[in-house]
């Protein structure tokens, strides 16, 4: 299981005083207010984001910092979203993206 | 269409140093654009202290120095766009801004600056093995950012590959934020990084191996994870050596095989670009970290992967040659900055590290054509 860092020797507390709440694939997770959308996965021992289009393989975190696009996922309806550099927002509501994440209409 | 004074891509050490050293140089009407959610870059990863160069910053943490250079930025005036990538360069140093929006949306706005700064700082090289796509293999500096940044595990069980001073440093970070390092990977047949970071994880009881790789890694864990990682032995060809595997269960792998610049903007502008063995593909640039495009500039890992304080010393080199091709500072004013702070640069670039980088920059700005 992942876990937070709450306690750090240099960094010192974290505040997780104001959780919010997120959807992922239809349950609700708890999240930091601002945090990444990819943390509060991480904290939950969520490590796929989405599958590939070509081979259907799972790819989860490579970059963390919004270079890679390995965990894009559907937010809010919009495909190809960047969960590293995108923040939670109270509501959010997160799917694991398969191939380029078009709907089918 | 917008227009700025100056536009500065990237809010890292080098981005956010020119866009100071500018505004203390009198240039106005500053941007600085940057795609993450929160400024400084790499900086709020580097919880250690500074590399000891010198008497340059050596002792003060990166997140200080972080903090430090934020506050400036905006006792200056110094505006600065979150969640706002530069997507695109058209025509005369028009930017393509995706302009993050307060409800996260993303909307396309056009910029026409007077001058441009380019600080995109670097991306982490990949290793390929079998099984290097599965979830769980990540750059150390993903892992970096989010342990000290994000402050949540990447996962348990760690093998780290590379032993330069990334790969040890963040090794030692991932135990003060709880994880277990299973052992540590190294190719070549010595230790890469400077010897002290090498004892602090050795005396915490994390195994080296040296003349090792990465031979495979399986992916059986939940939702197809890494499961399991195999190393396997190499000859002084850097050769496999049959029936040397050792397996280790484990369910992250990190890759610590250096950085590469981040440069596609460079790419999109009438920007000359050389490879050098030291940093790859960089833009060509002069003393003034000028490009051969006529307002561009480029400072920090964008122009070769370094250290933080190089990418500051570079930033300012910009920030001043900037203030000097807008007229708000004279020639030899100038001139008289640079002297100091290329003084400064010469010292951090020694030792057995900072002199084949010293070496490279030569190269690199001696292809900038002379008129
Ligand atoms: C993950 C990682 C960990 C590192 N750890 C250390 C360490 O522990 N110690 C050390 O000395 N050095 C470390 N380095 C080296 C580090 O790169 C330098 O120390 C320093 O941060 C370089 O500064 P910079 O400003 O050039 O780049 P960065 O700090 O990387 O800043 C570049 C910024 O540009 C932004 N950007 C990129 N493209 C765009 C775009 N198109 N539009 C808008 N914004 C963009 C990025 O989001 C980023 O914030 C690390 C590098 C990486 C990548
Ligand atoms: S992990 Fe690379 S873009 Fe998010």
Redesign the interface.
Known sequence: MCMRVTDHIILGHDDTSKMIEITVDGKKIPAKEGEPILAALLAQDIMVNRYTVKRNEPRGLFCGIGQCTDCAMIVDGRANVRTCITPAVEGMVVETQHGYGIQEV | MLTRELLVIGAGPAGLAAAIEAAKNGVKDILVCD???KAGG?LFKQ?HKFFGSKEHNAGV?G?DQGVQMLKEAEELGIEIWL?S?VVGFFGDKIACIEQGQPD?TKKIVYMQPKTIVIATGA??NVVRFKGW???????A???Q????V???????NIVMLGTGNVGLIVSYQLM???CNVVCIVEAAPGIGGYGVHASKVSRAGVPIYCSHTIKEVK?DG????VSEVTIIGLDEKWQPIEGTEKTFEADTVTLAAGLKP?SDLVKLQDIEIVFNNAFGWVPVHNDKMQTTAKGIYVAGDTTGSEEANTAMEEGKLAGVSVAEELGYITMDEAKDQRDQIWDRLRGLRTGPFGEKRAIAKVVQMGKFPVD
Not at chain 2, 145 to 148: L, P
């Open positions: 795609l993450n959610m790499q919880i943490r997140i969640n990538a996260g991306q982490e796509t599965t979830p769980g293999v990540m750059g500096g993903a892992a950012t989010m342990i000290n994000n402050r949540v595990q990447p996962g348990k003060q934020a709880g992916g939940p939702d197809g994870r981040v």
